[in-house]
């Protein structure tokens, strides 16, 4: 790893991830988001199945009232199941869909766990919560990085973590990924987590800068990194091992929230290495 140079090569990491996101944001204009329940509203319906049976043997049932329902098997036994359909389904057609699974399993539960009615208006509001609440924690991480290091490593990291959270939303465009409020959960947290690899990379090159052995930039920033990169992998290996254990082993509700860490994890590390840290090195040959 000595002779790793991620700023002579900061171009082509700048060109794959505006590639990315630009095919990212036509995906969006072509198709749209793949917005689940908590967004464009619906019905949910809990059932006891009173055993564990395949998703596709329900899917037997649940076509006959909606073919891209969701669902999702809730308790450690995975014996309940949740139907989460996009469609406003009526009492009457959610006792008659309970019935047929009654019918077929002998169940002696006499009616659903619930059924619920969920309207678009709660996703906005999520929606509206979440976008408030990054931009208040990137104003506060500019301020305390501006006064902690200065200014222009402010401005990359917070540069690096909008880079992050477009390139989550590009993948879950482009691969259609079901957006709920599980993503949202998972990009407030990788807010968090992704700003903290950076730090580490820009307080090594602070250091390295105050020592003044470095002859250019190039090697300061490169320095910094090579002697960080080791703990930024291992951190990040550690923790993406353990939510691969999850979403392999998890139920369907903790899938959804693992798989957006996965990638922004994924995403995050890389960027604080190829994207935060060349941006900090323009920013400061600009101005020299």
């Known amino acids: 790893m000595k002779n790793i140079n991620i700023i002579k090569h900061r171009k082509i990491y700048f060109a794959i991830s505006i590639i990315f996101i630009i ?49 999702v098997h809730v308790g450690d036994d995975k014996k309940e199941i949740m139907i989460k359909s996009s469609k406003n389904i009526s009492s009457q057609d959610s006792m008659t869909l ?10 002696k539960s006499k009616e659903p766990l619930y059924v619920e009615s ?20 990137a104003l506060f991480m500019l301020v305390y990085i501006s006064i902690r290091f200065e200014f222009k490593f402010g401005i ?44 580490i990379i820009f307080d090594r090159i602070r250091e390295n800068s105050s020592k003044g052995r470095i002859k250019s930039y190039d090697d300061l920033v490169n320095k910094s990194i090579v002697q ?13 091992v353990t ?19 996965l990638i922004g994890i994924v995403v995050g590390t890389l960027s604080s290495v190829l994207i935060a840290s060349p941006i900090w090195y323009l920013l400061t040959i600009r101005d020299k």
């Open 228 to 240: 960080t990169i080791r703990r930024t992998l291992f951190t990040s290996i550690t923790t993406l």
């Open 156 to 199: 990359a990291a917070v540069l690096g973590l909008i880079h992050d959270l477009l390139i989550m939303v590009s993948v879950y465009a482009i691969f259609r990924f079901t957006i709920d409020s599980s993503f949202i959960a998972a990009i407030l947290t990788i807010t968090g987590y992704s700003i903290n690899d950076t730090i």
């Open 243 to 261: 939510l691969v254990l999850i979403y392999i082993l998890g139920v369907e509700s903790i899938k959804t929230f693992a798989l957006p860490l």
């Open 23 to 71: 095919a990212g944001i036509i995906s969006i204009f072509a198709r749209g988001l793949n917005y689940g329940l908590d967004f464009t509203g619906g019905t949910s319906i809990g059932i006891n199945l009173e055993k564990e049976i395949d998703a596709d043997e329900i899917r037997e049932i649940t076509d006959k009232y909606d073919k891209k329902a969701m669902i």
């Open 98 to 107: 309970f019935k047929d699974f009654k019918d077929k399993y002998n169940l």
């Open 118 to 137: 969920i309207g678009a208006t709660i996703g906005k509001e999520i929606q509206k919560n979440a976008l408030t609440s990054i931009l208040i924690a």
